[in-house]
């Protein structure tokens, strides 16, 4: 483990003190590469699937009648 325990609890006081703190906090060099890596891949594949899911809305004309 290359994190210091006492480090994170200070910065979870820390971040905790915020007035608007994030909602997820990732602690270390290691996890924020898994984290990225995993989201980038996410977001990438929701990207691929932005044509095909447009197609279950309904359509201008539908709307209009």
């Known amino acids: 483990i290359k994190g210091d325990p006492a480090r994170m609890v200070d910065i979870m006081l820390k ?3 915020e007035e ?9 060099a ?7 890596n995993t989201l980038t891949e996410r977001l990438e594949s929701l990207k691929e699937q932005a044509v095909l899911s447009a197609t279950a809305d309904f359509t201008e004309e539908e709307l209009a009648q």
Do not use: I
Not at 20 to 28: A, D, E, I, N
């Open 15 to 17: 971040v905790s003190e």
């Open 30 to 36: 290691d996890a924020h590469a898994g984290v990225s």
């Open 20 to 28: 608007s703190p994030s909602l997820r906090l990732v602690l270390g």
